[in-house]
């Protein structure tokens, strides 16, 4: 989980607007209940994964996010605290509670409970098991990095259906019937879009914005190959 959504979480707290739809007005949106999002699909069915390579895209997925989110880290400028392979305290501390385990520093980590966490956190959560490759590589790592509700957004609005953030029957249909690779540059132009927001109404996250912009360009020709 990465302090976007603490950041994303704040802001909203304190804007009255209402939020846009655009891209160029790009909504900070709040993931602060991400998991807790019931998802509406067709009674008596489930989404058919779409993946070719099943386990294998998770696998790819991940690993190109880990590189991102790189080792332990505690920022002073991050929000969310002490943070190990992109999993904030938080979040650890609520898995090893769900687990029945006793807490322990995010440092401990393992990797198994890494896995464990993205891929039935935001992997499956997010839906990216009903992507194609391609666009689920990139729909993980936006969930991962901006949180479940607000990648709902931006994969909603490539499909100009609403924008409401839970990936629902609706989506998922308006998704089966889509070119989906063809929806990838709207989709990080947004990301992109939505990490300059956040610059504007927060100037110290300034420091991040190169690391942010950099992770979109590796992403982008990561599934242009």
């Not at 029945?100 to 993205?118: A, G, Q």
């Not at 666009?135 to 609005?157: C, E, M, P, S, Y």
Request: a positive charge.
């Amino acid at each position: 989980m990465s302090f976007l959504n603490i950041f994303s979480n704040f802001f909203l707290r304190f804007s009255k607007k209402e939020p846009p739809t655009s891209i160029n007005n790009v909504l900070i949106q709040s993931p602060s209940k991400e998991n807790n999002i019931k998802e509406k699909t067709s009674v008596g069915s489930s989404p058919t994964p779409l993946s070719r390579d099943g386990n294998m895209s998770f696998e790819k997925a991940l690993a190109f996010t880990l590189r991102w989110e790189g080792g332990y880290v505690n920022h002073p400028s991050d929000p969310g605290g002490e943070t190990n392979k992109g999993i904030i305290k938080k979040e650890y501390d609520k898995y090893r509670t769900e687990k029945s385990l006793p807490l322990r520093s995010v440092k401990e980590i393992e990797d198994t409970e890494v896995k464990d966490i993205y891929e039935n956190k935001y992997w499956k959560v997010g839906h990216c098991d009903v992507m194609r490759d391609k666009l689920a590589i990139v729909h993980f790592d936006t969930v991962v990095n901006t949180g479940i509700t607000q990648g709902a957004k931006f994969l909603q609005r490539c499909l100009k259906v609403k924008d409401d953030g839970v990936i629902g029957a609706g989506t998922l249909k308006a998704l089966a019937d889509s070119n989906q690779d063809s929806l990838i540059p709207d989709y990080l132009a947004q990301r992109r879009a939505f990490y300059q927001k956040i610059v504007q109404v927060n100037p110290k996250l300034q420091v991040f914005l190169k690391g942010w912009m950099n992770r979109v360009d590796s992403l982008e020709k990561v599934v242009a190959a």
